[in-house]
């Protein structure tokens, strides 16, 4: 069975994403307590995701886990490449 993937749903987690990261930055989406520097808060992730799901058209269906992941995944990805870049930045 082919993976599911919801182009509309991933285009408004991007959106919500991208306004998030210039209002709050990055730092909003890593967490301040703990051992390990530059670690994703995954509550933030999924602020996003149920932000982007919520402001859906109310006739659409609810998105497949399958494609909720897969936004869950991409948005993971691109916070991941976005530290790896501002540490590239600072020198670290």
């Known amino acids: 069975m082919a993976d599911i993937i919801d182009i ?3 285009a408004d987690v991007r959106r919500f ?11 909003y989406f890593l967490q301040k307590d703990g051992p390990r520097l530059f670690q994703i ?5 999924e602020l996003v ?3 982007a799901i919520r402001t859906r058209n109310p006739e659409l269906p609810r998105p497949h886990e ?3 992941e897969h936004c869950r995944l991409e ?3 691109e916070l991941i490449r976005r530290v790896a870049s ?3 930045q600072t020198g670290l």
């Open 41 to 45: 808060e995954p509550t933030k992730v």
């Open 49 to 51: 995701l149920r932000t």
């Open 17 to 27: 994403f991208q306004k998030l990261i210039e209002q709050r930055g990055l730092s």
């Open 66 to 68: 399958k494609a909720i």
């Open 8 to 10: 509309t749903l991933l």
């Open 75 to 77: 948005l993971r990805r």
């Open 86 to 88: 501002a540490m590239l």
